[in-house]
């Protein structure tokens, strides 16, 4: 086998990886190999400098230790801003350690680290990857990949809150941060465009441009997006109040929303989200920054061990 690195965050799954890294770095070893190299991240970003660091001295899979926004770094460690890929043979894999989880639940993925360190033993699938191109908080213009979903409005809150939260409630404390989202949120004017066509305009709760098909800690808000396909699913939920969110948020769990009344849903390659107003972003679980956006896909860049 080629060399493999596991980009480990410790501070995932409520800090429980950095207690068990040792276990985790003797048993990968083991399945993977002695040439197997482990390394810890210490910072926010820390993960994708590490991922440059190991494809610049040839590894041949990375592997994301951690939850999604772990696997958002090592990504981008991948793919450059312009959308160039700096190992275009290497594999990404990951070994889901998060509190949400929610790149894996489209694969049907368990959470097993053995399962985890033969994926990553195995051939890379040829896997689509989203570039957004967005305001960042100090308002300049900042580009970044994703892996599953990029979306905006309420979303962009609870990642906010949820990152605030003490993650020690696991899957819960996702819902506990988006019930304070909701009680901070009110609906916003939105334009969205899907392939250059005017989708959306007026009022919306979010709206998102996915890869995958849950976030916020199971909540399947794109069941018909497919990874591989080459578009971007976008879905936009309408001006609902906080009751009426609340109660249709069971069909989010459900993998129903795309039913509910006043959701619209659409697919393509390039999306593009404005708003008059201050609108917070959500990537891959992150929050880093506001509208307005342009989303498109680099259509099967990144070969993904995915089973």
């Not at 480990?8 to 276990?23: F, I, K, L, Q, W």
């Not at 900042?142 to 409005?153: K, P």
């Not at 899907?194 to 305009?201: K, N, S, Y």
């Not at 201050?278 to 956006?293: C, H, K, N, S, W």
Request: net charge neutral.
């Amino acid at each position: 086998m080629g060399k493999t690195v596991l980009v480990v965050n410790p501070h995932s799954a409520n800090g429980s990886t950095g207690r068990e890294v040792e276990a985790i770095s003797a048993r990968a070893r083991a399945v993977l190999g002695d040439g197997a190299q482990v390394v810890l991240t210490n910072a926010m970003g820390h993960a994708t400098a590490l991922t440059v660091t190991a494809l610049e001295e040839g590894a041949d899979c990375v592997v994301a230790v951690g939850g999604d926004g772990t696997n958002n770094e090592v990504v981008n460690g991948f793919v450059r801003t312009d959308g160039t890929l700096r190992a275009p043979k290497a594999r990404f894999s990951f070994l889901p350690r998060g509190t949400g989880g929610d790149f894996r639940r489209t694969f049907g993925l368990g959470k097993e680290l053995e399962a985890a360190l033969l994926r990553a033993k195995g051939p890379g699938t040829p896997t689509d990857v989203g570039m957004v191109t967005f305001t960042a908080h100090d308002g300049t213009k900042a580009t970044r990949a994703f892996i599953n979903i990029a979306s905006a409005g309420l979303s962009g809150i609870v990642d906010a809150k949820v990152n605030a939260t003490s993650k020690a409630l696991g899957p819960a404390s996702f819902f506990v941060g988006s019930l304070k989202g909701l009680l901070a949120f009110h609906p916003y004017d939105m334009t969205v465009k899907v392939d250059g066509e005017v989708f959306h305009t007026g009022k919306a709760a979010l709206c998102t441009a996915a890869n995958g098909r849950y976030f916020g800690g199971g909540m399947q808000v794109a069941p018909g997006a497919l990874p591989d396909d080459g578009l971007l699913s976008v879905v936009c939920l309408p001006a609902w109040g906080s009751l009426r969110f609340t109660w249709e948020s069971l069909k989010l769990y459900a993998g129903d929303i795309t039913k509910a009344s006043g959701v619209k849903v659409a697919s393509g390659k390039v999306v593009e989200m404005d708003s008059s107003e201050e609108v917070l972003m959500d990537i891959d679980g992150e929050q880093p920054g506001r509208l307005p956006a342009s989303y498109r896909l680099l259509e099967k860049a990144l070969l993904l061990c995915r089973g």
